[in-house]
């Protein structure tokens, strides 16, 4: 685990903070003037439908794409504008809606390569080697990425994360596409880890997964917040239980 930065907030206070987060591509909109915080040692639910501007979001946030307008501040200092990789070395990881997978690397030298942010070349394999027995992933470590199933693949984004030693980490949709019972996997992993103090921003379209998980949720629609909530306040709202549970929620 890192140091902890001298401005490391304390449980409880912001660890990220974003303000008026706009992203435009052309006509379109596709991050409107967003604002919301995410304090140290929460889990934070997004939700929203396809094309919402969830993912455009994450990439403001973590520096693989600047704003039109507007700020990102973490453990409250301004990172909007810097790399992705000063971004990462700050404590703040993000995983990849479509898994980056180097196709000619080992699982081991994918998470190796990660490790290397913060480590020499040995000590950044052992602890490599750490992170695949953690997430489960040790008995593949000679495979490589593009032949894992896609449940492997999201392990390995969460584990490339985890690599960099983060503070905060942004999951985009790592149990999209699997059954309730094999988001029990990553979802273990995301317990264990915010039992050690990390603090989470999920996105997730699979609700019971985000219900049970997040501590509080936003919701995104056409770019902008359109609701902010615990999940019981969430599922409440009209627009909410439309999209996502038609008239089968007993709100
Ligand atoms: N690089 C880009 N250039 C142009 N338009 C983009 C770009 N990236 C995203 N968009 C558009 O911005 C909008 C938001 O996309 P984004 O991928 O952030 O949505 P999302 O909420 O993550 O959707 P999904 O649930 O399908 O993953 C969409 O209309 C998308 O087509
Ligand atoms: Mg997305």
């Given at each position: 685990m890192i140091a902890a930065p001298s401005n490391m907030p304390r449980d409880g206070s912001p660890i990220l903070e974003v303000d008026s987060l706009t992203r435009q591509f052309g006509g379109l909109v596709a991050?409107?003037?967003?604002?919301?915080?995410?304090?140290?040692?929460?889990?934070?639910?997004?939700?929203?439908?396809?094309?919402?501007?969830?993912?455009?979001?994450?990439s403001l946030i973590s520096?693989?794409?600047?704003?039109?307008?507007?700020?990102?501040?973490?453990?409250?200092?301004?990172?909007?504008?810097?790399?992705?990789?000063r971004i990462a070395e700050k404590g703040l990881a993000r995983?990849?809606?479509?898994?980056?997978?180097?196709?000619?690397?080992?699982?081991?030298?994918?998470?190796?390569?990660?490790?290397?942010?913060?480590?020499?070349?040995i000590e950044a394999q052992q602890h490599a080697d750490s992170i695949l027995d953690e997430t489960g992933l040790w008995k593949k470590r000679n495979e490589f990425s593009t032949s894992l199933s896609p449940q492997d693949q999201k392990l390995l984004e969460v584990?490339?994360?985890?690599?960099?030693?983060?503070?905060?980490?942004?999951l985009d949709e790592v149990m999209a596409g699997l059954t309730l019972a094999e988001a029990e996997v990553p979802l273990a992993?995301?317990?264990?880890?915010?039992?050690?103090?990390?603090?989470?921003?999920l996105i997730e379209h699979v609700m019971p997964i985000v219900m049970k998980t997040a501590e509080r949720i936003i919701v995104l629609n056409f770019g902008q917040k359109v609701g902010e909530g615990t999940p019981e306040e969430i599922v409440r709202l009209k627009d909410v239980k439309d999209a996502y549970f038609g008239e089968e929620v007993d709100a």
């Open positions: 991050v409107n003037d967003v604002s919301f915080s995410v304090r140290k040692g929460e889990i934070l639910g997004i939700i929203g439908p396809n094309g919402a501007g969830k993912t455009t979001l994450f520096g693989f794409m600047k704003p039109t307008k507007g700020e990102v501040r973490f453990c409250g200092e301004r990172i909007t504008g810097l790399t992705p990789n995983s990849f809606q479509i898994t980056q997978a180097f196709g000619n690397m080992t699982i081991r030298d994918t998470v190796t390569a990660a490790s290397l942010l913060r480590r020499p070349l584990a490339k994360c985890l690599a960099t030693d983060p503070l905060l980490i942004l992993i995301v317990r264990l880890l915010h039992a050690r103090g990390i603090s989470f921003v």
